[in-house]
């Protein structure tokens, strides 16, 4: 017979040393990670899910800082500018690095980053923009994170607002940028947890992203370039708050955030003339919840699973 999953919640008690006090299976324990003890008694101190091996017991917390990958796709806002980089707010156990050398120059011009780079580094980012960028690497020493934005669809964003979600609902993907139902809605669905949407003109047009790269290496604009203000219609911006709403309904009901996902919610609230009702519509929730659920169980049933067994989101899912 299958043990419960037990979670708790800190001050909870979840055993004992066995030196005063016996509390049933958990009696004579050792005090592992997430747990203290007094007077004997093993309590929590965190959120989380009780784990024993052998006479150690402890507590898996149920969220996680994100712990980037090389390769990640991120969005971020720089926090500071410093000699020769910027520090980013990934959501992760630390700032991360953008190196001035590890950026795309204006024009995509290839060079030697120069004291006069160094000078006018608020020109390229300044504090509180708003990045789209890759991881480059980890510094196995410390740990350091690392980004690089040399790709000409990396950089900085703007036309759109940034959402927060558990990044444990986030598969890391081949493409993290998604034109989804909504016309001229676009989304970077960030690994760290940090979603950008955005308006996006070219989105219905389906414009080959290359030519955008041929048309900024050449100086020139192009509606693709995130990096130009622009109004924002009317219709559009109540469109963003729609895909904004549909995404906030998956994070609070624990389910993947993909491009299937959000379409299929969107689908379901198409009628839905005011983007808040999505929020509180009991009807809309609930059909939203079983159209993802019902899908994962048809396509993922194994993996979706174990999921709902543990009670959390893995990245290494495969929800593409």
């Known amino acids: 017979m299958e043990s419960k999953i037990k979670i708790v919640t800190p001050g909870d008690t979840i055993g004992s040393t066995g030196k005063e006090h016996e509390l049933g299976a958990n009696q004579d324990s050792i005090s592992g990670p997430g747990t203290y003890t007094e007077d004997g008694i093993i309590y929590s101190s965190l959120a989380g899910i009780v784990s024993k091996i052998g006479k150690l017991i402890m507590v898996k917390p149920l969220k996680k800082k994100y712990a980037p990958l090389t390769g990640d796709i991120v969005v971020g806002r720089v926090v500071s500018v410093e000699h020769n980089r910027w520090k980013v707010d990934i959501n992760s156990y630390q ?4 190196l001035l050398t590890a950026i795309n120059l204006p024009g995509g011009e290839q060079r030697r980053r120069s ?44 036309n759109g607002f940034y959402l927060k979600v558990n990044h444990n609902l986030i598969k890391r993907m081949k493409n993290h940028y998604l034109n989804v139902s909504v016309k001229n809605v676009s989304v ?15 989105a219905s047009k389906k414009v080959a992203e290359v030519d955008m790269i041929d048309a900024l290496m050449r100086g020139e604009h192009h509606e693709l370039n995130l990096q130009e203000a622009v109004e924002i219609p009317k219709e559009v911006a109540i469109g963003l708050s729609k895909v904004r709403n549909c995404i ?15 379409n299929k919610s969107l689908e379901l609230t198409e009628e839905v003339e005011a983007p808040f009702d999505i929020l509180v519509n009991k009807e809309i929730i609930n059909s939203i919840e079983d159209a993802i659920k019902d899908y994962i169980n048809e396509n993922y049933l194994n993996n979706f699973s174990s999921l709902k067994d543990e009670g959390i989101m893995e990245v290494d899912n495969d929800f593409n």
């Open 95 to 98: 700032h991360a690095n953008l």
């Open 115 to 158: 004291d006069e780079d160094k000078s006018i580094m608020r020109e390229y980012f300044k504090e509180n923009d708003i990045i789209s960028a890759e991881v480059q690497s980890l510094n196995s020493h410390d740990s350091s994170i690392f980004l690089q934005t040399r790709n000409m669809k990396y950089g900085k964003i703007k």
């Open 248 to 262: 906030v309904v998956l994070d609070r009901l624990n389910l993947p955030i993909f491009e299937y996902s959000i």
């Open 188 to 202: 970077i669905l960030g690994n760290n947890g940090y979603i950008w949407i955005y308006y996006n003109p070219a």
